[in-house]
């Protein structure tokens, strides 16, 4: 529950490098004076009054760029394979701890995450568990996920039927008591 608690509170887009970069671009490149009223678009004073309108426009229009660009860079492969996302490394603990989690944001819908061990169990040894890794590594070890077709494929996003939903929480009860 502490690892769900601190992925609630990570960002994939940095604040501080979107008001720094947006900043740069105004200021530094001039991209303000695209807001005068002078139909061309300039990077330097063109003794045309700012319209701020058009301030808007462009403010927003650069905050997105920025945004996207971030996005884009960490899905990035090169980057994306050697400084996973936290919620990659969630599911890897889920799978290396052999625990699924079935998490709802809403009454209806949720996700779930299928954390099945490469090698079975989760009560191992450290020397055995680096060794499940390396042969899982080698591509020989089973899939973690539940299709054969996507063996990577170990998150889901799920619907629940309303009656499904309370056959669940009526055993859910039960258990408790």
Same mark, same amino acid.
């Given at each position: 529950?502490?690892?769900?608690?601190?992925?609630?509170?990570?960002?994939?887009?940095?604040?501080?490098?979107?008001?720094?970069?947006?900043?740069?671009?105004?200021?530094?490149?001039?991209?303000?004076?695209?807001?005068?009223?002078?139909?061309?678009?300039?990077?330097?004073?063109?003794?045309?009054?700012?319209?701020?309108?058009?301030?808007?426009?462009?403010?927003?229009?650069?905050?997105?760029?920025?945004?996207?660009?971030?996005?884009? /860079?960490?899905?990035?492969?090169?980057?994306?394979?050697?400084?996973?996302?936290?919620?990659?490394? /969630?599911?890897?603990?889920?799978?290396?701890?052999?625990?699924?989690?079935?998490?709802?944001?809403?009454?209806?819908?949720?996700?779930?995450?299928?954390?099945?061990?490469?090698?079975?169990?989760?009560?191992?040894?450290?020397?055995?568990?680096?060794?499940?890794?390396?042969?899982?590594?080698?591509?020989?070890?089973? /899939?973690?996920?539940?299709?054969?077709?996507?063996?990577?494929?170990?998150?889901?996003?799920? /619907?629940?039927?309303?009656?499904?939903?309370?056959?669940?929480?009526?055993?859910?009860?039960?258990?408790?008591?």
């Amino acid at each position: 529950m502490n690892e769900l608690n601190e992925l609630q509170c990570n960002k994939i887009i940095s604040t501080n490098f979107t008001l720094l970069a947006y900043a740069v671009l105004m200021e530094g490149f001039g991209f303000r004076y695209w807001t005068s009223h002078s139909p061309d678009l300039e990077f330097q004073s063109a003794n045309s009054p700012l319209n701020y309108v058009l301030h808007f426009f462009v403010t927003a229009l650069i905050i997105y760029a920025i945004g996207i660009v971030q996005y884009v /860079f960490w899905y990035l492969p090169p980057i994306k394979n050697n400084f996973p996302m936290k919620h990659d490394e /969630f599911t890897d603990l889920c799978s290396i701890a052999n625990i699924s989690v079935l998490m709802f944001d809403e009454t209806y819908h949720g996700y779930y995450i299928h954390g099945r061990s490469p090698y079975g169990q989760a009560e191992v040894s450290i020397e055995m568990l680096k060794l499940a890794l390396d042969f899982e590594e080698s591509g020989k070890a089973h /899939f973690r996920g539940i299709s054969e077709t996507e063996p990577e494929m170990q998150t889901f996003e799920i /619907f629940i039927p309303e009656k499904l939903l309370n056959h669940y929480k009526a055993d859910f009860l039960k258990t408790i008591e």
